[in-house]
């Protein structure tokens, strides 16, 4: 038990660290798609670092608050993975950050922060049916929440949840804040609309939300992870292979609006989760 | 430590924001430019964001009139510290051929503090890099980091 625990808080600490590498790595190839040079792969930290060195400037205590509340629960969610706990649980938690975040763009009287924070709940409307259908399937097969029971498969999840793993791909990218689904709190278009929830958040605190997405980036990847428990190599080339993928539809999707996201991931997404379901019932 | 790599970060990753004067968008072109390919500013940690809380640098182009110089003003104080300000363009840095004009107040610099002046007419994007760059030194020298 001590054993687990020093290693869920090594994880949650060395998660941070992975995910602005992970985002710095993303930069690079994006760069590289787009023929730019793209910079350096830590710049990441380097942004994080200079904001945190930012004077604070708030528009009222709920934002620094819901920061600070975002934050807590990315960590937590990593944590609770990493400790092989309750997949539900972390779900629950991660939806906890997710309000927050709305909560905090809905705490200023900001249009652009008003129009981002209702945008992020729609994400958040959308993503969140699927995740939820994901870690119900992964039930059916391993006939437990916990995340212990996936690691005594001895075949991966892949091959009995194929389709549930592309509807993971849709909240990963919507999660990850991909095209086409970057209408909230987009990487690339600074100056547009499609960063509304971050509009208000400057200085320490925009520089907490994003090791919050950071940490919600490895929290991601982990579940992707959990589709391929039998060998380390194979689940690092899941992983990998899956995030190339996500940055490769960034490039080449266009930005979609939030109708067409609701009605084509809501629809693909429940299509997808009741075939694979009922595969299962068949087996 | 953690100071000394805050202060490094902050010469790693200027953020810049670009504001508009009234120019007659040939400055404002040729800003846009450095972020395209062949320039390619994020090679630098430089990114254009739309937003004066989260900018760094402010690029400004054109010239100063009545009306806009709130404006200015108003972006300017909305940046959190430290941050340094770039006039950009004959007009940025006087008012250029407008400045005997009844309407034109000016260079930038008769509104808010100017560090560095590009000049040109427009000004050339390799100008406008060396700019932000120059004012990573000035930014240095606020800090304390060189005289």
């Keep these: 038990m001590v054993g687990k625990l020093i290693f869920a808080l090594v994880a949650t600490a060395l998660a941070p660290f992975l995910g602005g590498l992970i985002s710095g790595v993303d930069r690079r190839i994006t760069a590289w798609l787009q023929s730019r040079y793209g910079p350096p792969v830590l710049q990441p930290f380097y942004d994080v670092l200079k904001l945190l060195g930012k004077k604070p400037m708030t528009v009222n205590l709920w934002q620094v608050l819901c920061a600070y509340v975002y934050l807590a629960a990315a960590v937590v969610s990593v944590f609770l993975f990493y400790l092989q706990t309750d997949l539900m649980l972390i779900f629950f938690t991660l939806t906890i950050g997710a309000v927050f975040l709305v909560m905090g763009a809905l705490a200023s009287p900001s249009p652009y922060s008003q129009i981002g924070g209702q945008r992020e709940l729609l994400q958040v409307l959308t993503y969140e049916p699927l995740l939820i259908l994901v870690f119900v399937s992964i039930a059916m097969v391993t006939g437990s929440f916990k995340i212990s029971a996936v690691f005594e498969l001895d075949k991966p999840l892949l091959f009995s949840l194929p389709l549930m793993f592309v509807v993971l791909g849709y909240a990963l990218t919507i999660k990850l804040r991909k095209s086409p689904f970057d209408i909230s709190a987009c990487h690339h278009a600074h100056q547009e609309l499609v960063r509304g929830v971050l509009t208000e958040y400057s200085g320490p605190y925009l520089a907490i939300l994003e090791v919050a997405h950071w940490c919600e980036v490895v929290l991601m990847l982990s579940i992707c992870a959990l589709f391929w428990t039998t060998s380390v190599w194979g689940m690092l080339i899941l992983v990998g292979a899956t995030y190339f993928l996500e940055i490769i539809i960034d490039n080449v999707m266009a930005r979609m609006t939030w109708k067409w996201m609701l009605r084509s991931v809501l629809s693909v997404g429940l299509a997808l989760s009741v075939l694979n379901m009922l595969w299962l019932y068949a087996e | ?147």
């Design chain 2, 1 to 147: 430590m953690l100071k000394n790599a805050i202060n490094a970060s902050r010469l790693k990753s200027p953020w810049v924001i670009h504001f508009d004067c009234g120019s007659c968008n040939g400055c404002d072109i040729e800003t846009l430019a450095c972020l395209t390919p062949i320039y390619d500013i994020e090679r630098f940690g430089i990114i254009n964001v739309g937003n004066p809380k989260h900018a760094d640098v402010l690029l400004v182009t054109g010239t100063v009139n009545h009306r806009n110089k709130h404006v200015l003003k108003n972006l300017y104080d909305q940046m959190p510290d430290p941050k340094a300000v770039i006039a950009i363009g004959a007009c940025g840095l006087t008012g250029g051929v407008f400045r005997e004009a009844y309407n034109v107040v000016g260079g930038v610099d008769k509104v808010i503090p100017v560090d560095v002046y590009v000049p040109g007419c427009p000004a050339r994007p390799e100008a406008i890099i060396d700019g932000v760059v120059e004012a990573l030194e000035r930014v240095k020298v606020k800090l304390g980091l060189a005289s």
